[in-house]
């Protein structure tokens, strides 16, 4: 893996303040997707807030407690205010992507911009955006074709770009 120090993913507290979430944000969006397999793609559920980032995780566990514990904390939702709400209705969908994995059914039925103050546009694994089918993926490498044009690039030049591409894609 990389040098990088684990960050601690599980807030002791309540709301997470402004320079915790400026750090954390940097560290997930900024992880090499090679190291770090599992991602969402995720932003804030209001309609005007368009940006989206990438968060990348070494594993499926620490994608889902992020979900549970991390993300809907970035947006307020917090012990006493909508958090154990969230939390209830979140952690059996949960419980059910170990077994069955990070589904589009189970992405869609988690939904959590009603109660979680954001959405997850995606999630899965990276080879699925670099090499999988789903519209989501097309969309990606669509974008990403398009930045780089029709420019030869050896295979590994061509990695190198897409997971830059991913860094920046959505902002």
Known sequence: MSNEP???TRPSGGELPYDQVTELVNTLASRDPRQYPYGIYVGDSLVLASLRLFFWFE???????????VEPRMYNVTPGHGLEEYQARVRPILARVREEGLTEHLRRELDPSEDGGFVIDWWGPYNDLRDGRSDFAWEVRSRFIERIGKDELSPLEQEEAFVE??????V
């Not at 594993?59 to 514990?69: A, F, G, P, T």
């Open 6 to 8: 684990e960050m601690k």
């Open 59 to 69: 594993s499926v566990d620490k994608l889902i407690e992020h979900i549970l514990e």
């Open 165 to 170: 591409h991913l860094w920046n894609y959505g």
